[in-house]
């Protein structure tokens, strides 16, 4: 089973307006993170927000917003307000514990991403 | 203030070449990691690097070797090349093991003919 899911491979929204980009998981671990990264044409991997799976508050970043629904595993993205640069490629990844050979790792685990087009 | 450099950004291989793609990060962050990205795809970990003279295989780790120099360098080596590892690669860093933020370098964007 997939341990990170994004359901919409493309999403179109109207300029200024909001866009919620779904992210379901599926781990065992009572301690994990959400995150979501925003992947312009350029490549590059920018994070966007953090959500702790301890944090009993959605977490709030700017425009973004996380909407996390612990027993529903989910951990949606908002985005109020769109603008054209917001079109980009949009990954939810979780961070989960890995087997380590000495110390301690963790590792984040992506999504396939939502290719998100704001038009004007 | 670099955070995580990688070089190169680009490199076309022939089936066979090795070549070593190179990271380094000056955020003096603990542990270090390798992705692969493929085209329409999440990044997948190759090799990860929980502290300085640590290493263990990710999800992908088949036809690659990685070396962590010191604490801010960490290489990926291809030892023999194939047109399955065409793929961009990232570089990542975390501070410490519940940060919230991974820092991710620009890429290497490699191609295999």
């Known amino acids: 089973a997939q341990k990170i899911t994004q359901t919409q491979p493309g999403m179109f929204v109207q300029e200024k307006e909001a866009v919620t980009l779904d992210c379901t998981y599926d781990t065992s671990d009572q301690s994990y993170g959400l995150f979501w990264y925003k992947q312009p044409s350029s490549g590059e991997m920018i994070f966007l927000i953090y959500q702790g799976s301890y944090d009993e508050q959605n977490a709030t970043e700017g425009r973004y917003s996380l909407n996390f629904q612990k027993a529903r595993k989910s951990a949606n993205l908002v985005i109020s307000a769109s603008q054209l640069g917001d079109s980009a490629m949009y990954f939810c990844a979780m961070r989960e514990a890995l087997p380590i050979s000495s110390g301690s790792a963790r590792q984040l685990t992506f999504g396939s991403g939502t290719q998100l087009t704001v038009l004007p | 203030n670099a955070g995580v450099t990688q070089t190169p950004k680009f490199q076309v291989l022939k089936t066979g070449q090795s070549m070593t793609l190179q990271c380094a990060q000056d955020?003096?962050?603990?542990?270090m990691y390798w992705y692969r990205q493929d085209p329409g795809m999440g990044l997948r970990l190759i090799y990860y690097?929980?502290?300085?003279?640590?290493?263990d295989k990710g999800e992908v780790p088949n036809g690659y070797n990685v070396s962590r120099l010191n604490k801010r360098e960490f290489s990926l080596r291809l030892e023999s090349a194939a047109p399955s590892q065409t793929s961009v690669y990232f570089c990542a860093s975390l501070r410490t093991v519940d940060s919230s933020e991974q820092y991710f370098g620009p890429g290497t964007r490699l191609t295999v003919t």
């Open positions: 690097s929980a502290s300085e003279g640590t290493t």
């Open positions: 955020m003096n962050h603990n542990s």
